[in-house]
C-alpha cells in the first residue's frame, strides 16, 4: 500500500524534473535567439546616445550661437558615416561581415571614449547666459508645455515628410525611369541615382551648420518656416519635373538640403525655450518624434500601391507646408517659459 501511494509522487518528480531538463535546453536554445534578436535592436539606438549627448553639451557651452553649434555637431555626426561608408566595404570584401563589425565597432567605441575624455561640462555663469529670462524646465515640467507637444508636432511632420522622400528615393529613381541615366554636374559624369545618393550627403550635411546659423540672425520660428516651406516646394517640384534625370539630382538635393536642418534648429530651438540646465534630456524627450515619424513612413509604400508616386508627393510635401505654418503662426506666438520670481523674506528690525 504505502509503495502504492508513493507511485504518483514519485511520478510527479519524475515530470518535474523533466519539464526542468526541457526548460534548461529551450532555454540555452532561445539564448543566441534572445542576444540575435534584442542586442541589434539596441546597437542602432547607442549612435543616439552619443548625438544626443554631444548636441546637448554643445548648446551648452554656445548659448548665443546654438544653432550653429547644434549643426556643427550634427554634421559631424553625419559625416562620420560618410567617411567610413568606403572603408567598411573594402573590409567586408575582404574580410565578411563579422570581422569588419567586430573591428569597426572596437575602433569607433575606442574614438568615443577617448574623445568623451575632453567633453567638459560648462561654468554656471556660461550655462546661465542668455537663460535669465528662461526657466530651467525639468523633463517632467517640459511635458506639461504646450510649446513642447507644438514642437513635437512639427518635428513630426517634416521628418515624416522628408523620410517618405528620402528612404524610398531609389525605388523613386526606377519608376520614373532615371535610375540608370548619366547625369554630367559639375565636372562629374554618373547615373543619376548615384549622382543623386552622392551629393544629398554632402547637402545633408551641409544644411546643418548653415540654417542653425542663419537661426542664430532671423530667429528659430522664421528658420523653420523657410526651411520647411522651401522643403514643401521642392518635394512638389520633385513630382513634376523629377522625370527628367539632371532635375531629379537638382531637387532631390534640395529636398536634402531643407530636410537636414531639423537636426540643429529643433535642439537650439528646445534649449532657447525651457533652459540649458536640462537640455539633454529635454531634447532627448523631443528627439523621440523623429522614432514616431519613422512609424509614417510604411504607409507611404501603401499609399503609392493604391494612389501612386503622385499622391505621396502630396502628403510629404502637406505635411511640411503645415508644418512651416505652424512654426510661424503658433509656434511663434506661445511664449517662453519664466522662471518664477524669487520672494525674499522680510527682514524684522532688531529690537
Same mark, same amino acid.
Given at each position: ?31 543566441? %535567439? ?168 554632402? %547637402? ?46 537638382? %531637387? ?100
Amino acid at each position: 500500500r504505502a509503495k502504492t501511494e508513493r507511485q504518483p509522487i514519485c511520478t510527479a518528480f519524475r515530470t518535474k524534473n523533466r519539464m526542468q531538463t526541457q526548460t534548461c535546453r529551450v532555454g540555452r536554445q532561445l539564448r543566441p %535567439l534572445f542576444c540575435c534578436t534584442c542586442v541589434p535592436g539596441l546597437l542602432p539606438r547607442l549612435p543616439g546616445f552619443v548625438y544626443g549627448t554631444a548636441v546637448g553639451n554643445a548648446v551648452k557651452w554656445f548659448p548665443d550661437r546654438r544653432g550653429f553649434a547644434a549643426g556643427v555637431t550634427a554634421a559631424g555626426f553625419g559625416a562620420g558615416s560618410a567617411l567610413t561608408i568606403v572603408p567598411i566595404s573594402n573590409w567586408i570584401a575582404l574580410h565578411g561581415y563579422q570581422s569588419a563589425f567586430l573591428a569597426f565597432g572596437l575602433g569607433q567605441g575606442a574614438v568615443v571614449l577617448l574623445a568623451s575624455l575632453f567633453l567638459r561640462r560648462p561654468p554656471q555663469k556660461v550655462l546661465g547666459a542668455h537663460d535669465g529670462t528662461v526657466a530651467a524646465l525639468t523633463p517632467r515640467q517640459v511635458l506639461r508645455e504646450p510649446a513642447f507637444w507644438t514642437m513635437y508636432l512639427i518635428f513630426v511632420l517634416v521628418c515624416a515628410g522628408g523620410l517618405m522622400v528620402t528612404a524610398q528615393l531609389a525605388s523613386i529613381a526606377k519608376d520614373f525611369g532615371v535610375a540608370g541615366q548619366n547625369v554630367s554636374l559639375l565636372g562629374l559624369t554618373l547615373p543619376a541615382l548615384t549622382f543623386a545618393l552622392s551629393i544629398d550627403r554632402v %547637402l545633408n550635411g551641409l544644411t546643418r551648420p548653415f540654417f542653425g546659423w542663419v537661426s542664430d540672425h532671423i530667429g528659430r520660428e522664421n528658420t523653420m518656416f523657410i526651411a520647411f516651406l522651401l522643403e514643401a516646394i521642392g518635394i512638389a517640384a520633385l513630382m513634376l519635373v523629377g522625370h527628367d534625370p539632371v532635375l531629379f539630382v537638382v %531637387l532631390t538635393g534640395l529636398v536634402f538640403f531643407a530636410w537636414g536642418e531639423i537636426y540643429s534648429l529643433f535642439p537650439a530651438a528646445c534649449s532657447d525655450r525651457f533652459g540649458a540646465r536640462h537640455a539633454t534630456a529635454n531634447y532627448g524627450l523631443l528627439y523621440t518624434a523623429k522614432g514616431t515619424a519613422a512609424l509614417l513612413v510604411p504607409l507611404s509604400a501603401y499609399v503609392q500601391a493604391a494612389y501612386g508616386w503622385t499622391a505621396v508627393f502630396y502628403v510629404a510635401s502637406a505635411f511640411n507646408a503645415v508644418a512651416a505654418l505652424l512654426a510661424l503662426f503658433v509656434l511663434k506666438r506661445i511664449g517662453r517659459a519664466v522662471p518664477e520670481p524669487v520672494v525674499l523674506a522680510a527682514v524684522q528690525p532688531a529690537e
